[in-house]
Nanobody
Framework: VQLQASGGGLVQAGGSLKLSCSAS????????VGWFRQAPGKEREFVAG????????DYANSVKGRFTISRDSTKNTVYLQMNSLKPEDTAVYYC????????????????WGQGTQVTVSS
């Protein structure tokens, strides 16, 4: 499955962005999808994940209450709504897909998008 992440940009602290992860050639509804991020000089980390059914979600503690992951099967897209953004949310955000079970471990994800830059100014 080929993934395309989009929606990043520059926003002031306290603002919002909505990222999209769309898929081509395969139905994304058959996959668990996760959002990860990587800041300069840091390791890639889990941000949020959603099961193939959409019934289960999980979030990193640092984004709980601010970010919401959702999926729209009719559009073959998974979204990450990011509210109350902070400068420490600045990173390249990646979406990834996995068929082996709902997980927060990036090593379990088989397919990755190219990343979209999110920059939050103070």
């Amino acid at each position: 499955v080929q993934l395309q992440a989009s929606g990043g940009g520059l926003v002031q602290a306290g603002g919002s962005l909505k990222l999209s992860c769309s898929a081509s050639k395969r139905l994304l509804s058959n996959y668990e999808v996760g959002w990860f991020r990587q800041a300069p000089g840091k390791e890639r980390e889990f941000v949020a994940g959603i099961s193939w059914s959409g019934r289960s979600t999980d979030y990193a503690n640092s984004v709980k209450g601010r970010f919401t992951i959702s999926r729209d099967s009719t559009k073959n897209t998974v979204y990450l709504q990011m509210n109350s953004l902070k400068p420490e949310d600045t990173a390249v955000y990646y979406c990834a897909a996995d068929k082996s079970g709902f997980t927060t471990s990036l090593t379990q994800y088989d397919y990755w998008g190219q990343g979209t830059q999110v920059t939050v100014s103070s």
